[in-house]
């Protein structure tokens, strides 16, 4: 019986053609040594532990696709997918986020905790939107919508509104009762 060489890549093997463990800054995947792992059609991630291309990422790893690793934290905009063990993408204009719902915004966008989300102001200077247009904001005869970047015009009969286009809190010639505007 004759010995045969491992794969240049292999620190050592079982037969010439199969590795067990690989030489510096390479991968084991398969029985092969890679400098990267494979992304298709599963993504495999490097696993710095035991030098191997894994998926799932073990627990607490999450598999980040920026860097092709399994990492203990994922970079901001980014959250940890429990049930896929990857870092998933924030919503758009979200800083940090816990699951889908933001936690702080980027510059340029307004947090809205009642959705726990993200609105993109219009601009720096003028953040609201009337109309298509940018407005430094909410004039009178307008509310704020629940986005928090949005103007809307009042019901026709008020001179002012809250919350709601027909929440009247002040009439258009007539007299305000109850939120309404009446004769």
Do not use: R
């Not at 959250?79 to 063990?85: D, E, L």
């Not at 609201?128 to 009969?157: A, E, I, P, R």
């Amino acid at each position: 019986m004759s010995c045969a060489a491992c794969p240049s890549s292999c620190l050592t093997c079982v037969n010439s053609g199969n590795c067990t463990t690989c030489k510096p800054g390479l991968y084991l995947h398969q029985g092969a040594c890679v400098t990267n792992c494979p992304t298709f059609p599963v993504y495999y991630y490097k696993y710095d532990l035991s030098f191997t291309c894994i998926f799932p990422c073990p627990a607490p790893y999450f598999g980040f696709n920026g860097t092709g690793k399994c990492e203990l934290t994922c970079p901001a905009t980014y959250f940890k997918n429990i049930t896929t063990s990857t870092c998933q993408n924030c919503p758009i204009g979200c800083n940090s986020c816990y699951d889908t719902n933001c936690t702080s915004c980027i510059t340029g966008y307004v947090f809205v905790l009642k959705y726990g989300s993200c609105s993109k102001m219009c601009k720096l200077t003028k953040a609201y939107y009337l109309s298509n247009k940018c407005v430094n904001n909410c004039t009178s005869g307008t509310f704020l919508l629940d986005d928090l970047v949005t103007c809307q015009k009042c019901n026709s009969v008020c001179a002012e509104c809250s919350t709601v286009a027909t929440n009247c809190t002040k009439c258009q010639g007539t007299y305000w009762y109850n939120y309404n505007c009446v004769s």
